[in-house]
């Protein structure tokens, strides 16, 4: 699988210019069998329209990693959150803090998401701790760049 155009950010021109800071990019220095590697602990979710990736107060420790299709979080008390396109990074706080799920995240169309549970990136990281490691920062990073976005951002990622 070519990994290659996975999470392009904005360049630091675009930064400057109002853009959002973003992370230099998930796993963008890994090579092509470390990211075998990582697709090997992920399982590939297909979603339909209106359809819940995950679901607000559900247990769910892990992330997704949007690769195809637009997803929103469920609009809450007067704000709706624009939608999500891939490639992109959610559920990131849940899979760090292991609590459940602060919102629900639904699909927009059809499109594919690949999930990685904590205990598949504990086996992982278990196996190939430089990779686990990556990944770990890599999703904090994620986290971090949507924090810094705004408050009424948050609303849409959290999960």
């Known amino acids: 699988m070519d990994t290659s155009s996975f999470f392009n950010y904005p360049t630091l021109e ?26 090997g602990s992920v399982e590939t979710r297909r979603f339909r329209p209106d359809e819940p990736l995950f679901v607000a107060g559900e247990p769910d420790r892990a992330f997704y990693i949007v690769t195809d299709g637009r997803v929103r979080a469920d609009a809450q008390e007067g704000f709706a959150p624009d939608p999500i396109r891939p490639p992109a990074i959610v559920g990131g706080v849940a899979f760090l803090d292991g609590l459940p799920r602060a919102v629900t995240m639904r699909a927009l169309d059809h499109g594919e998401a690949l999930r990685m549970a904590f205990d598949a990136w504990e086996a992982l990281a278990a196996r190939e701790p430089f ?29």
């Open 14 to 39: 675009s930064q400057a210019q109002g853009a959002l800071p973003a992370p230099a990019g998930f796993l963008a220095d890994r090579s092509q069998d470390e990211w075998s590697t990582v697709l």
């Open 131 to 159: 990779l686990g490691r990556a990944v770990l920062l890599d999703v904090a990073r994620a986290v971090a760049t949507q924090a810094r976005s705004g408050a009424g951002a948050i609303q849409s990622w959290s999960g």
